[in-house]
């Protein structure tokens, strides 16, 4: 069954610090997404891309948050200067055409501290 | 309330039992998901039902959905220890393009042996 995957899985780095959280979609999918979990919290959505532009962002999703997709398999999630309240689960995903049909396909997650 | 909420927040049973989780929502939706994730996992899509769908099966599984209540259910028959997770529903709008997912709060459930 084709998955999502990302890397790395554990990532520890120091505040103020850039991240690149990397993720390969499921290659017919034209939709990815970044969601994060704070610890014991809800699951949160920040960015939606399509056609090499994001087509929605939250409000987490602020001008420390970039998202690319540098080749055509490969999305990434930058975090430009990372702060303690940063760390979370990291989840990307990615879905059919209308998403409507099969669902999401979420990766395993990027569990990234921020100390 | 949240887009998105189920309850219990909480459940434990034990395996051979039947498990259920409801979930309730705000705004009109095309489809509503559960999604599972185990302690520390990714999530995991398990059924999506649509709106204009009252009932869907997929094997342990069966959802309820009632749009004019606003609210959805999750039956898990004979439950197993494996099935131990948490539980989310999940909406995207109901504009009819893929976008965001509004998760809720999950029920976290335990089955003991």
């Known amino acids: 069954e084709p998955e999502v995957t990302q890397t790395p899985s554990h990532q520890v780095t120091q505040m103020g610090q850039e991240v690149i959280l990397r993720c390969v979609p499921i290659?017919?999918?034209?939709?990815f997404y970044w969601y994060r979990q704070i610890l014991g919290q809800k699951v949160e959505f920040l960015v939606s891309f399509y056609n090499n532009e994001i087509s929605e962002k939250s409000e987490i999703f602020d001008d420390q948050f970039s998202v690319e997709r540098p080749d055509g398999s490969n999305f990434t999630l930058k975090i430009r200067s990372t702060k303690l309240e940063d760390s979370a689960m990291y989840f990307c995903?990615?879905?059919?055409?209308?998403?409507?049909?099969?669902?999401?396909?979420f990766g395993s997650g990027t569990r990234l501290t921020v100390v | 309330s949240q887009q998105g909420e189920e309850d219990p927040q909480a459940l434990s049973i034990q395996e051979g039992e039947n498990a259920t989780m409801n979930c309730s929502y705000k705004?009109?939706?095309?489809?509503l998901q559960w999604y599972r994730q185990n302690s520390g996992r990714g999530l995991v899509h398990l059924i999506l039902?649509?709106?204009?769908?009252r009932e869907k099966h997929s094997g342990r599984l069966r959802v309820t959905l009632d749009t004019s209540k606003k609210s959805s259910s999750l039956l898990i028959t004979a439950s197993r220890a494996a099935d131990t997770a948490s539980y989310f529903c999940a909406t995207p709008p109901s504009t009819g393009t893929a976008s965001k997912l509004t998760f809720g709060t999950g029920t976290r459930l335990q089955v003991t042996l």
């Open positions: 995903a990615s879905s059919d055409p209308l998403g409507l049909y099969y669902g999401y396909t």
């Open positions: 290659s017919n999918h034209l939709y």
């Open positions: 039902i649509r709106s204009n769908e």
């Open positions: 705004t009109s939706i095309n489809n």
